[in-house]
C-alpha cells in the first residue's frame, strides 16, 4: 500500500513537471534572429500628383545584377522587402510615360529606404535617369576627420 502511495506521488510530479515544461515553452517569447535586410518602398505619381497603377518597377542589386520587379498597387506604391544590404538601382517605367531611373540607393540594416517617382508623360524610348547620393554619415561615434596631403601641412601657419 505505501508503494502504491509512492508510484502515485511520483507520476503526480512527473505530470506537473512536464505540465510546466508545455506551459514554459508555448508562453516563451520568439527570439529576433538577427538581422541582416532592409525595405525598399515608394510612390509612383504622374506630372498632375495622380497614382500611377500598374507601373512596373525594377530594383537590381549594382554589385551582383540580380533584379526583382513588382507593379504599383492602387494606390500608386510598391515595396520590395526584405531586400538585402548593398546598392542598388530602381527604375520605374509605364506605357505612355518616360522611364524613370534612381541609381545608387543604398539599402543599410534594417532600414527603409523611400524612393518615389513623378513620371512624366514622354515617348516610350526617352529614359530620364536622376542621379542622386546619400550622404555617408557616421552613426557608430561622433567624431569627425578628414585626410590632409602634405602641401596643406606645409602651408599652414
Same mark, same amino acid.
Given at each position: 500500500?505505501?508503494?502504491?502511495?509512492?508510484? !502515485?506521488?511520483? !507520476?503526480r510530479?512527473?505530470?506537473?513537471?512536464?505540465?510546466?515544461?508545455?506551459?514554459?515553452f508555448l508562453?516563451a517569447?520568439?527570439? !529576433?534572429?538577427?538581422?541582416?535586410?532592409?525595405a525598399?518602398?515608394g510612390?509612383?505619381?504622374?506630372?498632375?500628383?495622380?497614382? &500611377?497603377?500598374?507601373? +512596373? &518597377?525594377?530594383?537590381?542589386?549594382e554589385?551582383?545584377?540580380?533584379?526583382?520587379? +513588382?507593379?504599383?498597387?492602387?494606390?500608386?506604391?510598391?515595396k520590395?522587402?526584405?531586400?538585402? *544590404?548593398?546598392t542598388?538601382?530602381?527604375? &520605374?517605367?509605364?506605357?505612355?510615360f518616360?522611364?524613370?531611373?534612381?541609381?545608387?540607393?543604398v539599402?543599410?540594416?534594417d532600414?527603409?529606404?523611400?524612393?518615389?517617382?513623378?513620371?512624366?508623360?514622354?515617348?516610350?524610348?526617352?529614359? *530620364?535617369?536622376?542621379?542622386?547620393?546619400?550622404?555617408?554619415?557616421?552613426?557608430?561615434?561622433a567624431?569627425?576627420?578628414q585626410? *590632409?596631403?602634405?602641401r596643406?601641412?606645409?602651408?599652414?601657419?
Amino acid at each position: 500500500m505505501r508503494a502504491t502511495a509512492v508510484s !502515485r506521488l511520483i !507520476r503526480r510530479t512527473a505530470l506537473v513537471m512536464a505540465a510546466g515544461a508545455v506551459v514554459l515553452f508555448l508562453s516563451a517569447l520568439p527570439l !529576433r534572429a538577427q538581422i541582416d535586410t532592409g525595405a525598399v518602398l515608394g510612390a509612383v505619381t504622374d506630372a498632375s500628383g495622380a497614382e &500611377v497603377r500598374g507601373a +512596373t &518597377v525594377t530594383l537590381t542589386n549594382e554589385g551582383t545584377n540580380a533584379a526583382l520587379s +513588382t507593379t504599383t498597387g492602387s494606390n500608386g506604391e510598391y515595396k520590395f522587402s526584405p531586400v538585402n *544590404i548593398g546598392t542598388y538601382t530602381v527604375s &520605374v517605367n509605364f506605357q505612355g510615360f518616360t522611364t524613370m531611373t534612381q541609381r545608387h540607393v543604398v539599402v543599410n540594416v534594417d532600414a527603409q529606404v523611400v524612393a518615389d517617382f513623378t513620371l512624366k508623360p514622354g515617348a516610350v524610348t526617352e529614359t *530620364i535617369e536622376v542621379a542622386s547620393t546619400t550622404p555617408v554619415l557616421e552613426t557608430q561615434d561622433a567624431s569627425v576627420g578628414q585626410v *590632409i596631403d602634405q602641401r596643406n601641412v606645409d602651408n599652414l601657419p
